[in-house]
């Protein structure tokens, strides 16, 4: 079983930032892959940023160059830095962990981000 907490979301202004927090229970976050995805009202729910076991990085065309995923193996927890958010950044964002045929989900965060 893995549980996973979110936390960070607020409200900010656009060109603003935020640092959302993904913290793990029950297994390491370096042993599987990782990912933020956020869903915004009446919209399906996207991957924002993923990061693999191994470190590598995948990155939404949206957020490409203004978003960081990162992980600390010791506090066994994934990051995301934002950046020159944007009013269209406005969704609930969500922590997942895979772990072979299974999907673990945080209970999300809101970003909401005024023009």
């Known amino acids: 079983q893995v549980q996973l907490v979110e936390s960070g979301g607020g409200l900010v202004q656009a060109g603003g930032s935020l640092r959302l927090s993904c913290a793990a229970s029950g297994r390491t976050v370096s042993s599987s892959a990782m990912g933020w995805y956020r869903q915004a009202p009446g919209k399906r729910r996207e991957v924002v940023a993923t990061?693999?076991?191994?470190?590598?990085?995948y990155y939404a065309d949206s957020v490409k160059g203004r978003f960081t995923i990162s992980r600390d193996n010791t506090k066994n927890t994934v990051y995301l830095q934002m950046n020159s958010l944007k009013p269209e950044d406005t969704a609930v964002y969500y922590c997942h962990y895979g772990l072979g045929p299974y999907d673990y989900w945080g209970q999300g965060t809101q970003v909401t981000v005024s023009s």
């Open positions: 990061i693999s076991s191994g470190g590598s990085t």
